[in-house]
């Protein structure tokens, strides 16, 4: 385990600091690991963690078959229709039906996945109206109460507070801080890798 070599406050960094790699950067990772690169960047920044906090590799989510569509059969857009894992796409038609149900303001959002997700892990696929209320009702939520950027946004969080603190810079003075700050969590990452590894192997 990765605490046998490492000090707690270096993992405690390194949780940080990982959300900062490209998913490329996170599959050289995993391949030093000897783990799987398989799922979103979320997923493999979890399966990193929790193998270097066990030493295990954690295992993949697997959605339950009434979650998932069967092959070759694709429920048409209608609003009680079934949602499912295989068939449901975030397209064009798909965007334009959710608008004739919502209305113009209708937009794919990273919230609307994740409930998406999580309905199929429950194994309660919603239908299209179901997703359609929760997504106006939890658009209306946020209006009010904004949601923090999730961690995977690295990016995104980064920008609001430079630009908060530097509401003058210009864009190339934003990238060169962007990419000063995001080294420099990268070489913290490849520190502590390789201080695993060199244990591991002495």
């Not at 390194?14 to 960047?41: C, R």
């Not at 009434?66 to 965007?95: I, Q």
């Not at 690295?154 to 507070?161: D, E, H, K, L, T």
């Amino acid at each position: 385990m990765a605490k046998d070599f490492v000090s707690a406050a270096d993992l405690d960094q390194f949780s940080q600091s990982i959300w900062f790699l490209h998913v490329e950067e996170l599959k050289e990772l995993t391949s030093l690991l000897k783990i799987s690169d398989k799922g979103a960047k979320g997923a493999v920044i979890a399966r990193i963690l929790h193998f270097l906090h066990s030493g295990e590799e954690l295992a993949m989510p697997k959605f339950p078959a009434v979650s998932c569509a069967k092959k070759s059969v694709v429920p048409p857009l209608l609003p009680k229709s079934l949602m499912l894992r295989g068939a449901y796409k975030n397209d064009l038609a798909t965007r334009l039906f959710f608008k004739s149900l919502i209305g113009e303001y209708f937009h794919f959002t990273a919230f609307g996945i994740d409930w998406l997700n999580e309905r199929w892990l429950q194994g309660n696929p919603p239908t299209y109206q179901e997703f359609a209320d929760f997504w106006v009702t939890e658009t209306e939520r946020r209006k009010n109460t904004k949601a923090a950027p999730k961690q995977e946004w690295a990016y995104i969080r980064f920008v609001q507070a430079f630009m908060e603190s530097y509401p003058e810079s210009s864009r190339d003075e934003l990238m060169q801080a962007w990419n000063a700050e995001r080294m420099g969590h990268k070489k913290q990452v490849d520190a502590v890798v390789r201080r695993i590894l060199h244990g591991k192997n002495s």
